[in-house]
């Protein structure tokens, strides 16, 4: 069956450190992946999109990595700062159009 | 512009009985789909509806529908609830390109949460 996968446990770091969450993924051949924002009371914001043909994309302090053969994204977040605590949410196209699914989410805390 | 709204944003209800949730898409979006979360099972893909016609649904039972206007707003609706129907539901809309790539953002509404007792 198709199954995306986050670490389910919180990720704690110190402010200034490099936060780095992962999504894996099995049974799904995605042409492209999403990282969403979510704020605790509020719906998912956009973050990154990354497609299949595409090994990495950068924005700001975020990048994001995409490995096909491993099945697996991964989500940095450089200079992390307490207000980017939050959770992030990784999603793929099922190929059958605009239907996006998505992982059950990382939190993250950011510690002054 | 502005974003993606949902009314209501609470709404309590008791067992068997029936809600009706609106969502208004960003201008110009034509594309409007509603996710269910919970603590339990995560974000969960309900419907995507575009020009009024329903083009993909998840997994969830017949009680669950909903339909598009002709303006893009859409509603979703919940028949005979059920206490696990407790949840945030949350509407997304996107800008469909028509021979475009189909990778789109989503555009997230804040949520209705909706409480069965």
């Known amino acids: 069956s198709q199954k995306i996968e986050q670490n389910s446990e919180a990720l704690n770091i110190q402010e200034g450190k490099t936060a780095t969450l992962t999504c894996n993924y099995t049974?799904?051949?995605?042409?492209?992946l999403q990282w969403y924002r979510q704020d605790p009371g509020r719906g998912p914001v956009f973050l990154l999109l990354?497609?299949?043909?595409?090994k990495e994309k950068r924005k700001e302090r975020l990048k994001v990595t995409f490995d096909t053969t491993l099945k697996q994204s991964l989500f940095h977040i450089t200079a992390s700062q307490p207000a980017d605590s939050a959770t992030y949410l990784c999603?793929?196209?099922?190929?059958?159009?605009?239907?996006?699914?998505f992982g059950g989410g990382t939190r993250l805390m950011v510690k002054p | 512009k502005a974003g993606v709204t949902q009314t209501p944003r609470y709404l309590i209800k008791t067992r068997g009985q029936q809600v009706t949730l609106s969502c208004s898409p960003i201008?110009?979006?034509?594309?409007v789909s509603w996710y269910q979360q919970t603590p339990g099972q995560g974000l969960q893909f309900l419907f995507e509806?575009?020009?009024?016609?329903?083009?993909n649904k998840g997994n969830f039972p017949g009680r669950f529908s909903g339909r598009q206007f002709s303006n893009s707003r859409s509603e979703m609706n919940v028949s005979t609830l059920e206490l696990g129907d407790s949840a945030l539901y949350l509407c997304?809309?996107?800008?469909?390109?028509?021979?475009?790539?189909?990778?789109?953002?989503?555009?997230f509404g804040p949520g209705t949460r909706l409480l069965v007792l």
């Open positions: 999603a793929l196209d099922d190929n059958a159009g605009n239907m996006l699914t």
């Open positions: 997304a809309s996107s800008l469909f390109l028509a021979g475009g790539p189909l990778e789109e953002t989503q555009y």
């Open positions: 990354i497609r299949e043909n595409e």
């Open positions: 201008s110009g979006h034509r594309s």
């Open positions: 509806y575009f020009s009024e016609t329903q083009r």
């Open positions: 049974n799904y051949s995605p042409a492209y």
